[in-house]
């Protein structure tokens, strides 16, 4: 087998969390990273141990040894750089959004459609063994026909109004913020495992912090706690804190969620119940190792993540044995397996379905977070236009 050859565009928070990933499966060689200038590149090249360094992405795309290129930057730039990486001839593996609109987004499901290249967007909680067996239990028919669906994704990092990042500015993340950056993943995990598609949605958002305090130098997500009262200047914030989201599916399922980056003590709590004729199933992404199955005729189960007692299905996403805790780290992992799979083995996208989202499920959750941006601005059952 050989090696794949692949570059990092953006090396924030998440850039080196795809390189160590992709590093895990021993057949992809990170070979290039790229960033806003050569200086900044060089020094990220250094601490990760990347060989080359570029000061843009379109020298990166130039590159004919880079055949994948993962898009890591903040969002407004990932339909330009994916858009060129295409163009290019590079198969791409993008954050979330693809894009900032629906329109933007479907440009770019065409063209890679058009062009054969693998394409991926990061909903990398499908990943993570326990929903890939709710999955199998839900779609199996095993607990009956899915009725109801609840559940939340709460983070505490924005609580404070001196907390600051790039995506609360709708000019670096887009209009919408806690259902754009987290209510898309519990979205797409919800369709992944049910196998059903928001039809309708009704929204109520809400700007906790109207004013923010913004710090006069950039610092990185999840960073920033240890500056003082001068470095912050106050600036007046657009994007929703909070959203609370009634929805209905294809399937006949019908359910709310609700998205909140302002709650104490949650670090990064992505919940759902789902309920269905026969069980319940409820999952916590903050306790990973376990999955609730609720029953009414019988004893509550809580269901480990342990290879030896998972689906044939679910088993192909664990590694450890179980008592040795896989969190997410290997959900990400996982993910870079499947991905690289399908291009290391010269698989055609248009030919087999991939077992991973594609730019065809990041084009839907753009479609879902306008279709919310609506609903919370009339106030309105709002259907979603995929």
């Not at 907390?163 to 950056?181: K, T």
Request: aromatic residues 10%; proline residues 5%; hydrophobic residues 35%.
């Amino acid at each position: 087998m050989g090696k794949v050859k692949t570059g990092i565009i953006g090396t924030g928070f998440i850039g080196p969390a795809h390189v160590e990933a992709v590093r895990r499966l021993g057949y992809v060689e990170v070979a290039a990273v790229a960033e806003a200038n050569k200086d900044l590149a060089e020094q990220k090249a250094a601490a990760l141990s990347i060989p080359k360094a570029y000061g843009s992405y379109q020298e990166l795309l130039a590159d004919p040894e880079i055949q994948v290129v993962h898009v890591c930057t903040p969002n407004t730039l990932h339909y330009p750089i994916v858009k060129d990486a295409l163009q290019a001839g590079k198969h791409v593996y993008c954050e979330k959004p693809l894009a900032m609109n629906s329109r933007e987004s479907a440009e770019l499901v065409k063209m890679a459609d058009d062009l054969g290249l693998v394409n991926a967007v990061n909903f990398n909680y499908r990943f993570y063994p326990l929903n890939q067996e709710a999955k199998a239990k839900v779609q199996s028919g095993e607990i009956g026909r899915t009725l109801v669906i609840t559940g939340s994704y709460l983070q505490d990092w924005l609580l404070l109004p001196t907390d600051y990042n790039w995506r609360i500015e709708p000019d670096l993340g887009g209009e919408s913020r806690a259902v754009a950056d987290i209510g898309s993943h519990w979205c797409d995990l919800i369709s992944f495992i049910t196998g059903q598609k928001f039809t309708r949605v009704y929204a109520d958002l809400a700007v906790v912090h109207k004013t923010r305090m913004k710090p006069k130098k950039a610092i990185e997500t999840y960073a920033g706690k240890e500056l003082t009262p001068e470095d912050y200047e106050a600036v007046p914030v657009t994007t929703e804190d909070y959203g609370t989201v009634m929805f209905e599916m294809d399937g006949g399922a019908r359910g709310v969620f609700t998205v909140c980056q302002v709650c104490a003590g949650r670090k990064n709590r992505l919940y759902y119940e789902i309920d269905c004729e026969k069980a319940a199933l409820a999952y916590d992404q903050e306790d990973v190792e376990r999955l609730w199955i609720g029953r009414r005729d019988g004893p509550n189960q809580v269901l480990m993540r342990d290879p030896s007692i998972l689906s044939s299905h679910a088993k192909q996403y664990t590694s450890y044995p179980g008592g040795h805790p896989e969190g997410y780290p290997d959900g990400l992992k996982n993910f870079m397996s499947s991905f690289y799979g399908f291009v290391i083995s010269d698989k055609d996208p248009r030919k087999e379905k991939p077992d991973f989202p594609t730019f065809i499920d990041g084009h839907a959750e753009i479609a879902i977070v306008e279709a919310v941006l609506t609903s919370a601005k009339k106030q309105a059952w709002t259907e979603v236009i995929y």
